[in-house]
């Protein structure tokens, strides 16, 4: 069966970036959120982003009105359920995942691949909860997804090599790049990200170097797009903070032990651009 319908679930940053990069690609998508002025600003995002596209030359005029009549929103789960392909790009907590799918099950045609953007967490433990473990995967998308080239597959311990062959044929389709990965905390991409932005924490906490002279080391010095501390505010301090948690209770090992001044910023509500306050001030 040919995947041509695609529900998101979650309008935020990475579910608008998921539904952009969809529609685009030719997919019929419907966005879901619990929150109307979320679904209300994914569009806006959406279209904005889109004509950056326009404006730089990538899509045509006519590509990006395609793509724009190719998406829907609705704030009713059940109704993506008869789609091909439903990502989930919800908050990143297991409960709220774990009640996304439980709360689908009851509408899913029994094609239908499911599949989490989650940056960390278990892609086995999430598929054992619903009906169809075989045709779970992890399907992790980078921020900003329409740039990023990568697409991180994560193999859960039941996926059937069908559903494996056919999400490597969409992400083909989207004109991106797979990595394989097992399933182990945090994957590949978090696995060795978050433990680098963790140990730059390290270094601002124990006076090795300030916020502008370590991002300037790794930005100058290593040749990264953006410095390491830069990169935990526009991820977002708490997303950083729990897959440290995820890696840390996951592996049983300190090497992963979040930083406690990682813990102290979101703890004071300082998660970064969304707060507009992070290791740099946005205000
Ligand atoms: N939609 C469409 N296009 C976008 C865009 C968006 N949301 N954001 C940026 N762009 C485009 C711009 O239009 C521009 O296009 P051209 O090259 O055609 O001019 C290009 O991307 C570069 O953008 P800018 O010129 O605005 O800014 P920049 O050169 O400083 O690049 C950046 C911005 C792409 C974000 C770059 O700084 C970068 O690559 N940063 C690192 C990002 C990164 O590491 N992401 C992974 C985070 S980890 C993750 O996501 C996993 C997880 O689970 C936490």
Redesign the pocket.
Same mark, same amino acid.
């Given at each position: 069966m040919e995947i041509s319908s695609v529900g998101v679930v979650g309008a935020g940053q990475m579910g608008n970036?998921i539904a !952009?990069v969809f529609a685009l690609a030719g997919y019929d998508v419907i966005l879901t959120d619990v929150n109307e002025a979320a679904l209300r600003n994914a569009i806006a995002t959406i279209e904005r982003?889109i004509e %950056?596209?326009v404006s %730089?030359g990538?899509v045509s005029a006519e590509e990006k009105a395609a793509a724009m009549a190719r998406i829907t929103t609705t704030l009713t789960l059940a109704e993506v359920g008869p789609c091909d392909l439903i990502i989930e790009a919800a908050t990143e907590r297991e409960t709220v995942k774990q009640a996304i799918f439980e709360d689908l099950l009851p509408h899913l045609k029994p094609h239908t691949i499911l599949t989490s953007n989650t940056?960390?967490i278990s892609i086995t433990r999430l598929a054992s909860r619903t009906d169809r473990p075989e045709k779970f995967m992890g399907f !992790?998308? +980078?921020?900003?997804?329409?740039? +990023?080239q990568l697409v991180e597959l994560i193999r859960g311990i039941a996926t059937d090599q069908d559903t494996w062959d056919k999400m490597h044929a969409v992400v083909r389709k989207l004109g991106k790049t797979a990595a394989s990965a097992e399933d182990f905390p945090a994957f590949i991409?978090?696995r060795i990200?978050m433990p680098m932005i963790n140990e730059a924490v390290y270094t601002l906490y124990e006076g090795v170097g300030s916020v502008q002279s370590i991002d300037q080391s790794l930005k100058l010095g290593a040749n990264h797009? +953006?410095g390491p501390l830069e990169?935990a505010d526009? =991820?977002g301090l708490d997303?950083c903070l729990a =897959?440290m948690n995820v890696l840390h209770d996951g592996l049983a090992d300190t090497k992963y032990r979040p930083c406690p001044l990682l813990t102290k910023y979101v703890e004071a509500g300082w998660l970064g651009r969304k707060t507009q306050r992070g290791f740099y001030d946005y205000r």
């Open positions: 970036g !952009h982003n %950056r596209q %730089r990538k940056s960390s !992790h998308f +980078m921020n900003p997804v329409p740039v +990023m991409v978090n990200l797009p +953006m990169l526009f =991820i997303t =897959i």
